[in-house]
């Protein structure tokens, strides 16, 4: 098997992620980027940018350049994109060789073609593929694309929701959902707002999604502190925020994903029920690590799930293994 040389990139709505063969993963970062407003410079990008959104800095605007999943904002993305890759430290020419990135599964002609323009922008000469998100995770959940047998994939990113059914590493049924962490940071803020009158931020609340979740929060007294502004006041107040809450908040959105999972599972051909069955639901993307989500999931579809190893890294996982065989793995589109 030949190692080709290759740039994998997973630009995520919440995280953007860089593989290079050879060096493995060499960007892991916040898909967020800090301009200076009187200037226009780049002031910080990736963690750095995402850790001053929502505190206001009088001088620095920061830009989350993607919204579910896509680009939305191309100056932005391009900016922040080509300051990941000179983070990358790739040698000269080396993008041209081969550069994957990953597009979710439901995204437009446009949407997609917006992507490759990012990247070509950045590399002119460089050779772009697309790769479906959910293949590139079903490869990273360590699927065997090149024989026939099927796998059902879930990748739960911040903007989107992705489910598909593989099978020799064809898509064969995918939906996808505009929906994903974020909605359920915001879900939350609404409703700690609205029950409590407290106006929290999205870290705060990303802290009860990811301590309580559906399940309450195992090894927690049930509860959780919560640090925010007091509606009314107007002054900052310390409250304990209960599991029921944070759980009542997620229904929604948690609804929605078990809808589209329940959906495909009743679309499926017989001939792959089987190995969907026998090689369970995989869980991938960040939002697969929401504490009680998977048993959720299980018990609503009477199917085994499990949650893949290092579930935020495993579209980039996959995305790197289709570059590294060199199989020519085409990008794949369904209806
Ligand atoms: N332990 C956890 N519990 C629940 N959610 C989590 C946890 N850890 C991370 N997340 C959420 O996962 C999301 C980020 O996941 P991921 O990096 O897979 O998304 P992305 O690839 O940037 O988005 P997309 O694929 O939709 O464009 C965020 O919403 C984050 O809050
Ligand atoms: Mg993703």
Redesign the pocket.
Known sequence: MRLREGVAI????????VCVTGRGTVVDEA?AIALDRASGRVAAVGHAADALAGKEPQNIEVIHP?R??VIADLDAAAAMLQAFLRKAQLRRGRLRASAVVCV?GGATWVERRSLEAVVGAIRPRCEVRLID?PVAAAAGAGFDLADGSGAFIV????????AAVMAGGQLVRAQSLRL???A??EAIMNTVRAELGLLIGRNAA?NL??TL?LAGGEGTPGWVEAVGVDAARRTPRVERVQGKLVAGALEHTVAAMITTVEEMLSDIPPNLAEDVVRGKIRL????????G?ASRIESATGIPVVVVDD??R??IRGAAAVIERGDGLVPTQVA
């Open positions: 997973d630009l995520g709505t919440v995280n953007t992620l898909s993607l579910d999943g979710p998100e990748d739960i990113g911040g903007g989107t929701t992705q994903g962490g974020n359920m940071d990303r999604k990811t979740g991938a993307g960040g939002g697969a690590l929401l504490p989500l579930p935020l495993c579209v």
